[in-house]
């Protein structure tokens, strides 16, 4: 499980950093459909990077969640009680 969480946060980064590299810039002189068709891909790209973000703390918490589900060694430290002495 710690593994499929390392893979979501990898992807989830992966995926983040391509939307930055895509963010679409508007220019000087667009006309009213460019800039409805501007603020839409604005949109779309800001809701992809927030299913992108969701996707990491998904990924953390199942890193977090296989750390605590991890089972006890049976050979491990083993507690020592000392008789009190009288």
Not at 3 to 16: D, K, R
Not at 66 to 85: N, T
């Amino acid at each position: 499980m710690i593994i499929v969480g390392i893979i979501m946060i990898i992807a989830g980064t992966v995926i983040l950093l391509y939307l930055t590299e895509i963010t679409p810039i508007g220019k000087t002189g667009m006309t009213e459909d460019e800039k409805l068709n501007l603020l839409l891909a604005e949109r779309e790209n800001a809701d992809y990077k927030t299913l992108s973000g969701i996707l990491i703390g998904f990924g953390f918490l199942l890193v977090l969640i296989s750390f605590g589900a991890r089972r006890k060694r049976k050979g491990g430290a083993k507690k020592i009680e000392k008789k009190p002495s009288q």
